[in-house]
Every structure is written in structure tokens, then in C-alpha cells.
């Protein structure tokens, strides 16, 4: 593993052990050229996956993008980090044994949108905003208006 501060090729690890979900290895590292400390996080990937945009642009997927929008979703809302990893590690699950290596935008962001209602309805309605193009409040509007009573409370 190259060291990220002097980028030296041989570095060391120091400790491994498993994430508190299990769906990683997390490695204490030291770089005996600079002496840097550091962690990576190893995970197992089933396959290579494409994302095709709706433009037909074609990128790899990226697993830390998937996290970002779910993580800005859900900025100042009361949910634990372990839920959303595990949320996280869910949809790259679907993702990958679904058996399609080219995966579409709109399928990756209806996964979102699906783990989303059930973890916290505001992060939702804000994932949705984007996800939907709201342009105005009455989008909104219509958007909440979906919702029972008591699916408010």
C-alpha cells in the first residue's frame, strides 16, 4: 500500500481487525520512510460495476459518491453512523449480486430513495428534491402532500 503523505510503496501494517458491521477489514498502517500513521479499509467487491448516467455516460461506480448523497440527505438528522453504513453496505450488496454489471442512475437512485423512507423521512423528502429536480415549492408540496398522517408522526 503506497503511503498517502510521502508516497513510499512498501508500508507496513501494524493491526487488523474487522469494522463493527464486519463488512470490512480495518488496517492500522505506518510508512518506515516518513513515519506516518494512517488506516485503510478493505472490502470485498463481487464485481466491477458501470453506472450509466441518464446522458449514456458511462463511469465507474464509486462507492464513497453513494455514501456522500446519503450522509448530505441526512445532515443534522438524529441517525446513528452504524444505521447508515449499514444502509450503504446494503444498497452496494443489491448492487452487485444483482447480476448486471452496467447499472443505471435511476436504479441506484431509487434504491436511495427506497433505504431512505425507511431511515428518516426528512432525508428522504431532501434526497427526493434532487433526485426529482423539485423546481418549485409547490413540488414540494405535492411530494409531502403523498404521505398519510400518520406517517408524520
Do not use: W
Not at 446522458?55 to 441517525?79: H, M
Amino acid at each position: 500500500m503506497r503511503c498517502p503523505f510521502c508516497g513510499f510503496d512498501d508500508t507496513q501494517v501494524k493491526d487488523s481487525r474487522p469494522t463493527d458491521d464486519r463488512s470490512a477489514i480495518r488496517r492500522r498502517r505506518f510508512c518506515p520512510n516518513c513515519a506516518a500513521r494512517f488506516t485503510t479499509f478493505e472490502r470485498v467487491q463481487l464485481r466491477e460495476l458501470t453506472v450509466v448516467k441518464k446522458t449514456g455516460q458511462r463511469e465507474p461506480f464509486d462507492r464513497d459518491k453513494l455514501a456522500r448523497s446519503i450522509y448530505i440527505s441526512l445532515r443534522k438528522r438524529p441517525v446513528e453512523g452504524e444505521r447508515v453504513e449499514r444502509v450503504i453496505n446494503s444498497i452496494v450488496r443489491q448492487l452487485e449480486s444483482s447480476g448486471e454489471s452496467d447499472v443505471p442512475t435511476e436504479h441506484i437512485g431509487e434504491l436511495i430513495m427506497e433505504a431512505l423512507a425507511n431511515l428518516d423521512q426528512v432525508a428522504y423528502i431532501r434526497f427526493a428534491s434532487v433526485y426529482r429536480d423539485f423546481r418549485e415549492a409547490k413540488d414540494f408540496g405535492e411530494f409531502v402532500g403523498r404521505f398519510s398522517p400518520e406517517d408524520h408522526e
